[in-house]
């Protein structure tokens, strides 16, 4: 479908209004986990191995009023080890990839491409602790700066023209220089960016980028992403800062229990967005199946909701391969997806309709006349003079 034929079957009527009005939140959603799982069997199979989305979630999830699906791709089978990080791909790999990429995007939902790779490359087996760290210039079997913006110079070329998509530049980096995470954040901007491609960038830090110790060091000589963060410069200003946030008692997302209540871990790194005139972007979040965790992933919405800072959410996780985790929310299969879907997360999509269905993603809401020509830029297909 052309981007003419859906924004008219979409009603531009709609769309300009959902750009107008509506609540804060730009995105919500759900991750669709998959296209990184069996990270030990590289290339793997697509479809036992590994698996972007079902056809039938997407349209699920779309008809409930998500207007986001972040999509997780693995470094590994984009870029095979033979040739390496760098502008070669799998054309294979990257067709699957893409297929599921353009059917959420065709469907008037936005897609999240999602490199889940911690800022590491070269083997992704034991993740996120294996894998040399991208930019370690100690590490002679470590990919470079250079080939990270060479991949996203590539992977952004090719989708330049869908302004549904938002760009990922990687999942939860750890264990590093903070200062290195800058380097390969600026340079992975700059390369987008050099490409003509506009569209919505979100950037991660230090700490598996949890948004609970984003003023904090996180690691051994680490800096807080607060203090580093900060240099990172966007020419077309449309960026966001990508962030994670579990409630279990190592905040890892991988205990039932929550223990960790908002939003009170969310008020510093909230009150440092705002001071910085900067947003955010929950893309990952995750609690269990009880009275205590509906509770706390409840607060978390009404606080994103309430702070403008934050501009959307994906929950973790949707996605085909799941079977019987604890947080699966893959429609009728999903552990979650007769509790926390239903009970919690469908409720707070139902109060953000209309959400957006087309335009270029965005760092903030774009009111005026400069967000309808953008809107129409991004509905139509078209370039408007002077934009
Ligand atoms: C996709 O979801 C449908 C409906 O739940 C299910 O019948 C089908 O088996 C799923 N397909 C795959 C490949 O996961
Ligand atoms: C490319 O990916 C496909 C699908 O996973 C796989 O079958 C093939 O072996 C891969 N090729 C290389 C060179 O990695
Ligand atoms: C960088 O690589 C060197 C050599 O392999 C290693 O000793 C060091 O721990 C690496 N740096 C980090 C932050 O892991
Ligand atoms: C995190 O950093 C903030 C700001 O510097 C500080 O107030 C807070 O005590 C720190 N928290 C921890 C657990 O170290
Ligand atoms: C976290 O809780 C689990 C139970 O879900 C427990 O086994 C584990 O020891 C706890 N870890 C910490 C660091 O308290
Ligand atoms: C905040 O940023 C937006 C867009 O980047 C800009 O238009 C606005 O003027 C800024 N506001 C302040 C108070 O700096
Ligand atoms: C979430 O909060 C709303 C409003 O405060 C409340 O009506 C609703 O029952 C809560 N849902 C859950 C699952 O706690
Ligand atoms: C969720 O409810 C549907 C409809 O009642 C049912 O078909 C499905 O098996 C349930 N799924 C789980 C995981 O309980």
């Not at 859906?6 to 750009?19: E, H, I, M, P, T």
């Amino acid at each position: 479908m052309s981007f003419i034929s859906r924004a008219v079957s979409l009603g531009l009527a709609g769309a300009l209004l959902a750009a107008g009005v509506g609540a804060e939140i730009l995105y919500a959603g759900v991750n669709s986990a998959g296209g990184e799982f069996a990270q030990q069997n590289i290339p793997g199979a697509f479809g036992t191995d590994y698996q972007f989305i079902n056809q039938s979630a997407i349209d699920f999830f779309l008809a409930a009023g998500v207007n986001t699906i972040r999509v997780t791709f693995l470094l590994e089978r984009m870029c095979p080890l033979e040739t390496g990080l760098g502008n070669t791909f799998n054309e294979t790999y990257f067709t699957e990839f893409q297929n599921a990429v353009n059917y959420v995007t065709m469907r008037g939902g936005y897609a999240v491409l999602d490199a889940h790779n911690y800022m590491r490359y070269n083997d992704p087996s034991m993740q996120p602790s294996s894998g040399s760290i991208i930019g370690n210039s100690s590490d002679p079997k470590s990919s470079t700066t250079e080939n990270l913006a060479s991949f996203w110079s590539e992977l952004s070329t090719r989708f330049m023209s869908n302004p549904n998509v938002i760009f990922g530049i990687m999942n939860e980096p750890h264990d590093m220089p903070t200062e290195l995470i800058l380097t390969n954040d600026q340079a992975s901007i700059d390369a987008i960016r050099k490409t003509g491609a506009q569209q919505l960038i979100l950037v991660p830090g230090n700490g598996f980028t949890g948004a609970q110790k984003w003023l904090n060091s996180t690691c051994a000589g680490c800096k807080p992403n607060a203090d580093v963060l900060t240099a990172i410069q966007d020419p077309m200003n449309n960026f966001a800062f990508d962030m994670h946030l579990y409630f279990d008692n190592d905040t890892s997302g991988t205990h039932p229990e929550c223990t960790n209540a908002a939003p009170a871990n969310l008020l510093p790194v909230t009150t440092w967005l705002r001071e910085h005139n900067y947003t955010a972007f929950l893309s990952e979040f995750g609690a269990g199946s009880n009275t205590a965790c509906f509770q706390t992933v409840n607060n978390t919405l009404k606080w994103l909701e309430q702070n403008p800072q934050w501009i959307g959410w994906t929950y973790w996780a949707a996605g085909p391969l799941w079977g019987d985790y604890f947080l699966s929310v893959e429609p009728g299969v999903g552990v979650q997806s007769n509790t926390t879907w239903p009970m919690v997360l469908e409720p707070h999509i139902k109060t953000y309709q209309p959400m957006q269905r087309c335009g270029i993603s965005e760092a903030r809401k774009v009111g005026g006349v400069e967000g309808i020509a953008r809107l129409l830029e991004g509905c139509l297909g078209l370039r408007l003079p002077g934009m």
